[in-house]
């Protein structure tokens, strides 16, 4: 499972950064297109630290630090927000990620909870890909810059309090992703760590019909 789950974390991933592209190429933006990274091919996308390094380490330290969350990222997706003219433009681009996570989610666990019957390989396996789609879904949406839901959020926002958060976003973007990783890595940790756990298991429940 160890294995498996690393693969499947990759996977949900690639398609989530795959996922902005293709939405930002609808809205107008071809820089993705451009760049090479509308493709399922991992070699594009896979960042060595992000999609290997961190969610691996993260897996082997659980028994130990009983840290509630397996994380990682790919090459983020280039996209150009000059081509993205429409108010919501930036923001559907953001939650296009998160919201193909929660597709795989729902798919596997409706699955999940129609297979029914005595736990087999075949379950444990849909309820991996649910989990980890879950919990990419779930975390990226917390409107923490670089993550998705500080666009989704910086859209939405009316009039001098968007601009005032767009500033904050894109200084603690400058930081560079793994120094806001790390960051966003420790306030999860020590802020966010319980409410999301409980709020990951009422919807896996509420969504698979079965308690984790």
Do not use: C
């Not at 993705?32 to 961190?54: C, E, M």
Request: charged share 10%.
């Amino acid at each position: 499972m160890f294995f498996f789950s690393l693969i499947v974390l990759i996977v949900s991933v690639i398609l989530h950064e795959v996922a902005h592209g293709y939405m930002a190429n609808w809205l107008g933006d071809p820089t993705a297109k451009l760049a090479g990274r509308l493709t399922l091919n991992p070699l594009a996308h896979i960042d060595p630290i992000g999609s290997i390094l961190l969610p691996g380490l993260l897996l082997i330290s659980q028994t130990v630090t009983h840290f509630p969350l397996l994380i990682g990222y790919a090459k983020p997706v280039p996209i150009n927000p000059h081509y993205l003219t429409g108010k919501y433009d930036e923001a559907l681009t953001a939650f296009a990620g998160p919201g193909t996570n929660i597709a795989i989610a729902v798919i596997f666990g409706l699955a999940i909870r129609f297979i029914g019957g005595p736990e087999t390989p075949l379950q444990d396996a849909f309820t991996t890909i649910t989990y980890l789609n879950m919990v990419l879904a779930l975390f990226n949406l917390i409107p923490i810059p670089p993550l998705d839901g500080s666009r989704v959020l910086a859209s939405i926002l009316p009039g001098p309090l968007g601009r005032w958060y767009d500033d904050f976003r894109y200084g603690f973007e400058r930081m560079g992703i793994v120094s806001s990783t790390l960051i966003i890595m420790l306030i999860f940790y020590y802020v966010l760590a319980g409410p999301f756990s409980v709020l990951l298991q009422a919807m896996f429940s509420l969504l698979t019909g079965v308690a984790i």
